[in-house]
Nanobody, 124 residues
Framework: QVQLVESGGGLVQPGGSLRLSCAAHGFTIDYYAIGWFRQAPGKEREGVSSISVMYGTTNYADSVKGRFTISRDNAKNTVYLQMSSLKPEDTAVYYC?????????????????WGRGTQVTVSS
C-alpha cells in the first residue's frame, strides 16, 4: 500500500527552525519526484519545494528560497524539508506528495500520492 507520512510540524517562534519529514511506504522514492506543498486557511495549496531523486534536481518557491532546504535519505526512503528563518506567513498545513512523472513541479494536480499533512504554526 502506497503511503506518505509527514511529521515534524509544530509551533515555532518567528526566526526559528523546523525540519519536516516525509516517509514513503509501499514504494521507493528513487523513481519519484517528491514535492512539499502547503495550504493556509482560505488560500490555495501552493508548491514549496520538490526533489527528483532520479535526476538529482531540486526546486523552490521564490518565497522560501534561501530559507528552506529539501533533501532525501534513500536508505530511510524519506524526504526532508529543513525550514529556517521562519515567518508568520509560513504558517500552514504542509503536505508531501509523490509523482512518477510531472512537467511542472509546483502543479499539485500532477502528483498521484499525498500524505495527510502536518501543521506548522509560526507565532510569538
Amino acid at each position: 500500500q502506497v503511503q506518505l507520512v509527514e511529521s515534524g510540524g509544530g509551533l515555532v517562534q518567528p526566526g526559528g527552525s523546523l525540519r519536516l519529514s516525509c516517509a514513503a511506504h509501499g514504494f521507493t522514492i528513487d523513481y519519484y519526484a517528491i514535492g512539499w506543498f502547503r495550504q493556509a486557511p482560505g488560500k490555495e495549496r501552493e508548491g514549496v519545494s520538490s526533489i527528483s531523486v532520479m535526476y538529482g534536481t531540486t526546486n523552490y518557491a521564490d518565497s522560501v528560497k534561501g530559507r528552506f532546504t529539501i533533501s532525501r535519505d534513500n536508505a530511510k526512503n524519506t524526504v526532508y524539508l529543513q525550514m529556517s528563518s521562519l515567518k508568520p506567513e509560513d504558517t500552514a498545513v504542509y503536505y508531501c506528495a509523490a509523482t512518477v512523472m510531472g512537467s511542472d513541479w509546483s502543479n499539485a494536480y500532477e502528483y498521484e500520492y499525498w500524505g495527510r499533512g502536518t501543521q506548522v504554526t509560526v507565532s510569538s
